[in-house]
Each structure stands twice: as C-alpha cells, then as structure tokens.
C-alpha cells in the first residue's frame, strides 16, 4: 500500500494572512499535479490543518474548507486527517476541534481517537496521561500515525525538545511516522516528516527539506518531494550575500 503523507500545513498562520492560505492551496495542488498519474491507495495528513487553536477566523475557515475538498482528490476517498494540538480548542481535551468535514463525502475521516486501521494506528495529539509507548504496547501496530513529542528530537533548527529518548519505548512498529515537529528528522524506527513548506525564520535554509512523501507499507520506504516554488526563508552573512543560491 502507498500513503501520501504530509503534515503542519497551518491554515491562518501570519494572522490570517490571504498571501499564506493561499500558498497552502497552491501546496495542496502541488500534491494533486505531482501524484494524479501515481499508484496511490490513499493519504494521512499528520495533525495541525489550522493555526490558531483559540479561534478560528472565518476567511481562514473558507481556504481550509476548499482544502480539505483537495485533500480528498489527493486520498482518492481514502483520507485521515489526525488532529494535531493547533487543530484543539483546549489543549488537554480533544472534544473541541476546529477541523468541521464538508456536508457529503469527500473521504476523507477525522481522527478523535486512536483507532486501528488494517495494520496502522492513527493517533491524535495524546492528552491526559496517554503515551505512545503505551499505545504501542496496547495495539501492537506495524504503522504508527501521529503527532507527538518525543524527547530529543528537534522542533526546527533552532530549538529542541528536552528530555531523554528511549529507543525501546518505542519498539515494535516499523515505522512511526510524525508530524508537531517542522524539521524533517530520523532516529530508529521514528521519521518527523517535516512541514509543508517554511514558514517563517525559524526554517531558515531549510526548504529542499519541505514537502510530501510517500510511504510503500509493502518496502517500509519513504520518498520525499520537495514544492520547489515554496517560500523560501534563507539567512546568510553579509559577506556571503553574492554567493546565495
């Protein structure tokens, strides 16, 4: 089976900003262009479709609503959208969402809860005492789906989640596959697929590592595809200014 896989997308960043939900929709036809000849037996978006977790402003609502229609072309009507903390009201409670699914059936099902598919667990952002370890032990999944925070790993390049990573908490699975984290990072069985595209400073230098990947469950392989007319943040000395790419 072949997932397309992507993650962070973050309608509404830069204060609703028209300019960036736009480039979101460009990203999502991206997608479309790129894999409509492809063999692709559905798509999982790893959490964070909107922004702002407290509101959510009505223009934003509009573009993310039209993505959402998207990200059903891009599934072929076999879509899970896992929430992420940003798509929360409240961020230990996962029973108000911002994410709403258009009347009809556009395939695509939100995930509220873990829930087992086939072979794959597709976990929300974790609340109350929930672990991925434990879930692990719990369902014992070749796949992992999710959005979490794993100690050690980076949150961009320039800060890092503090704590000590166990490698044996999370044995079992082939591959977890997470979004929360927008730099696109590996250990063991565990891959931060990195956001859409750079969003501010903080993904200085970093875009030929933003995108959508596909998974082959059959190999365990993963394959990126960078949005090569993504916005591109790039921080530099000024002596080096004439030699930028």
């Not at 609703?16 to 978006?45: H, P, R, W, Y």
């Not at 556009?106 to 434990?134: A, F, K």
């Not at 989640?161 to 591959?175: A, C, H, I, L, Q």
């Not at 990072?185 to 859409?196: A, F, L, P």
């Amino acid at each position: 089976m072949k997932y397309i896989l992507f993650s962070d997308i973050h309608f509404g960043n830069k204060s609703n900003s028209d300019e960036f939900n736009q480039q979101c929709l460009d990203f999502l036809d991206f997608i479309i262009d790129k894999t409509q000849n492809m063999d692709i037996d559905g798509a999982i978006f790893l959490g964070d479709w909107y922004h702002y977790r407290p509101t959510t402003n009505n223009k934003t609502l509009k573009y993310g609503t039209e993505g959402l229609y998207k990200f059903g072309q891009i599934a072929r009507g076999n879509g899970y959208l896992i929430l992420g903390n940003h798509d929360l009201y409240y961020r230990d409670r996962r029973d108000v969402t911002s994410v709403v699914i258009p009347e009809g059936d556009i395939g695509i099902e939100v995930i509220y809860e873990p829930l087992m598919v086939n072979n794959m667990l597709m976990c929300p952002w974790l609340v109350q005492g929930e672990t991925l370890s434990d879930l692990i032990s719990e369902y014992h999944p070749e796949y992992v789906f999710c959005h979490p925070e794993i100690p050690s790993f980076s949150l961009n390049k320039i800060s890092k989640y503090d704590g000590e990573y166990n490698p044996t908490d999370y044995e079992g699975p082939k591959r977890i596959c997470c979004g929360h984290f927008h730099m696109r990072q590996e250990k063991n069985n565990i891959t931060y697929i990195g956001n859409c595209f750079s969003h501010d400073f903080s993904d200085s230098n970093d875009w030929h590592n933003k995108g959508f990947a596909i998974l082959d469950t059959e190999t365990n392989e993963i394959e990126y595809y960078e949005w090569e007319d993504a916005p591109k943040y790039c921080s530099s000395l000024v002596s080096q200014m004439t030699n930028i790419e």
